[in-house]
């Protein structure tokens, strides 16, 4: 027999069933479409929130860099131009100055970044529980112990 025609096999032919049926059983009322589209909505704003604290870090660090090099190159002519010891001493001094200085900004800046993050983070989950808890006794949900302890 040829390789290019269909051969017989074991197996029966798929057929696709009915899901004329199945999406009856299967429909979701409203208010469990509009509880997944929220949840999504929230995951979606934690994880924009979360790239915008990496790109804020991210983009401290490219600056920090920059600047690194252009202290390291300044650092080199300076220490090629040194007449003695003395002074190319003088020029690792004012190197480490300028390393710790540029060291005490960079973790600033990360740490006020993290900071930033964690208060956006905070801000979407108050806001998402708030509107959980505003939707919850609207579905006929029952509400938590936490929230009817705080009520």
Do not use: C
């Amino acid at each position: 027999m040829d390789a290019r025609t269909t051969q017989q096999t074991a197996f029966a032919p798929f057929t696709f069933p009915d899901f004329t049926a199945m999406t009856r059983q299967m429909a979701a009322p409203p208010q469990a479409l509009a509880l997944y589209k929220a949840g999504f909505d929230t995951w979606l704003a934690l994880a924009n929130a979360a790239l915008a604290g990496a790109e804020r870090i991210r983009m401290t660090q490219l600056a920090t860099d920059v600047e690194t090099l252009g202290e390291n190159h300044r650092a080199a002519v300076d220490g090629a131009a040194a007449p003695d010891m003395p002074g190319l001493m003088a020029v690792q001094v004012g190197l480490t100055r300028v390393y710790m200085e540029g060291w005490m900004r960079y973790w600033g800046a990360v740490a006020e970044a993290m900071q930033s993050t964690q208060a956006e983070v905070g801000r979407i989950l108050a806001a998402s529980a708030a509107g959980a808890a505003a939707a919850a006794p609207a579905a006929g949900a029952p509400i938590p112990a936490i929230q009817r302890k705080a009520a």
